[in-house]
């Protein structure tokens, strides 16, 4: 069963992108643009993963990703934090809130789908 990747992004160049690269590496996709979109997807469909833009319209994506934490039922999604915001504080705080890794942008492709594959617990394809 293919593994469920929710992208929650409000710039549509780079939700095109990642749209593009998760599912040219086997994921189903699911998108959201802000917060409130994100959290009615997540409670519906259960993804195994979330990339997770910083800075959203409605609330940031630390906001979000706090709130995950604070419920069992995604304990097991894994959050990857997506933030132009790349100074040792953004990221320890993004950490400390409870993402399992933080990536600046811009960010490598392939760097950025092996922290997923190694997220996820899958073989590292070269792509």
């Given at each position: 069963m293919k593994k469920k990747i929710l992208i929650v992004e409000d710039d549509p160049v780079i939700v095109?992108?990642?749209e593009f690269l998760m599912i040219r590496n086997g994921y189903d996709v699911l998108?959201?643009?802000?917060?409130?979109?994100a959290m009615e997807l997540l409670t519906n469909n259960a993804p195994d993963l979330v990339l997770l833009d910083v800075m959203l319209p409605d609330r940031t994506g630390l906001e979000i990703c706090q709130e995950m934490r604070s419920k069992k039922e995604f304990d097991a999604t894994k959050i990857i934090l997506l933030s132009a915001k790349g100074r040792e504080i953004d990221i320890e705080k993004g950490l400390t809130l409870g993402a399992d890794a933080y990536v600046t942008k811009p960010f490598s492709t392939r760097e950025l789908v092996k922290h997923?594959?190694?997220l996820l617990g899958e073989e590292t394809n070269e792509s």
């Open positions: 095109v992108s990642l998108l959201a643009k802000n917060g409130v979109e997923i594959q190694d």
